[in-house]
């Protein structure tokens, strides 16, 4: 079975940082991959997807940028963080052509 | 643009006590309407897809039901560990390659011993 591996979990960084948030997944290949960011009070909101390595489309233009150096790898960084990119960000794996499966996910909080 | 919007935002429930949430969505053309639950600080679990109106699909207490404009879960006697927030998506028909779904903000169910 696929499975979904964040890290890390827990993190808080200073206004101005860099940010690097893994997602790695098992048990299938040439997947679709997903990054969402859930924000208090609102919606999942997606950031990026990636049909493959180093195809990344990015849905809402931000500070944030991502990329697919293996098939199985998304990586979603950020060269100097924000106040407002405090959130919990999800990574998601597509399975069966169309059902989306989350990770665990990583918060991150911006001081 | 495709819309999702939840209600209520909050459902406080007796044990046994059974209700629905409602999702209701406006998207170019559905490709699937998807349930999931979300324990606190956790990623969403899947529950269901749906694809059709009048579709039907159940899982223990739950059942969620879809028509051309909204979708229904409803919780048949529920209990404590039913206790979560319920998502709601739609997907619409595939353009660039990938499945992206939009997503509700939610409805928080509560359910009380």
């Known amino acids: 079975s696929q499975t979904i591996h964040q890290w890390p979990a827990t993190l808080v960084q200073p206004v101005g940082s860099p940010l690097s948030l893994e997602c790695t997944v098992e048990g299938t290949s040439n997947p679709n991959l997903y990054w969402y960011r859930q924000a208090a009070g609102r919606g999942l909101q997606l950031l990026f997807y990636?049909?493959?390595?180093?195809?990344i489309s990015s849905e809402v233009p931000q500070n944030l940028s991502a990329s697919r150096p293996q098939d199985r790898q998304f990586i979603l960084s950020s060269k100097k963080l924000l106040l407002s990119d405090s959130g919990f960000y999800l990574c998601?794996?597509?399975?069966?052509?169309?059902?989306?499966?989350f990770g665990e996910g990583s918060w991150l909080t911006v001081v | 643009e495709d819309q999702v919007t939840q209600s209520p935002e909050a459902l406080r429930l007796q044990e046994g006590e059974s209700s629905s949430l409602n999702c209701s969505y406006t998207?170019?053309?559905?490709?699937?309407l998807f349930w999931y639950r979300q324990d606190p600080g956790k990623g969403p679990e899947f529950l269901f897809t749906?694809?059709?109106a009048g579709e039907e699909k159940e899982k223990e207490r739950l059942k969620a039901t879809l028509t051309k404009k909204e979708s229904f879960l409803h919780i048949t006697a529920p209990k404590p560990e039913d206790s979560a927030t319920y998502l709601c998506?739609?997907?619409?028909?595939?353009?660039?390659?990938?499945?992206?779904?939009?997503f509700g903000k939610g409805t928080k169910l509560s359910v009380i011993p």
């Open positions: 998601g794996l597509e399975i069966l052509g169309n059902t989306i499966y």
């Open positions: 990636s049909v493959g390595i180093g195809q």
């Open positions: 749906l694809y059709s």
């Open positions: 998506a739609v997907q619409a028909l595939p353009g660039a390659g990938s499945y992206q779904l939009t």
């Open positions: 998207v170019s053309g559905l490709r699937g």
